[in-house]
């Protein structure tokens, strides 16, 4: 059984950084690839990245430019880096196996002003 646990969010102001992490579990990690995904009090969950098994990554426009995504076979761990955070990127991140309906229960990241 697929299971990814999201952590790492919180409560931070305007500008600051936070590195999200997901901890995945019932698969061969080093052979998938995944995703991390917002979604906003209100809307859809939305695309911001994906990593390959081959570590490439691939961002939406939107987040391009700040923010990393990583993993670690080792660890069995996928990241998410969100340099200078806005208002805008307030809400539940969520990180997915891609080709799958396999999602975490998320982390709630909210952002001050």
């Known amino acids: 059984q697929v299971q990814l646990v999201e952590s790492g969010g919180g409560l931070v102001q305007a500008g600051e950084r936070l590195r999200l992490s997901c901890a995945v579990s019932?698969?061969?990690?080093?052979?998938?690839?995944f995703a991390w995904y917002r979604q906003r009090t209100g809307d859809q969950r939305e695309w911001l990245a994906t990593?390959?098994?081959?570590?490439?990554?691939n961002y939406a426009a939107s987040v391009a430019g700040r923010v990393t995504i990583s993993r670690d076979n080792d660890k069995k761990e996928v990241y998410l880096q969100m340099d200078t955070l806005k208002p805008d990127d307030t809400g539940v991140y969520y990180c997915?196996?891609?080709?799958?309906?396999?999602w975490g229960q998320g982390t709630q990241v909210i952002v001050s002003s």
């Open positions: 997915k196996v891609v080709g799958t309906e396999d």
């Open positions: 019932g698969i061969t990690f080093a052979l998938r690839s």
């Open positions: 990593i390959s098994s081959g570590r490439l990554p």
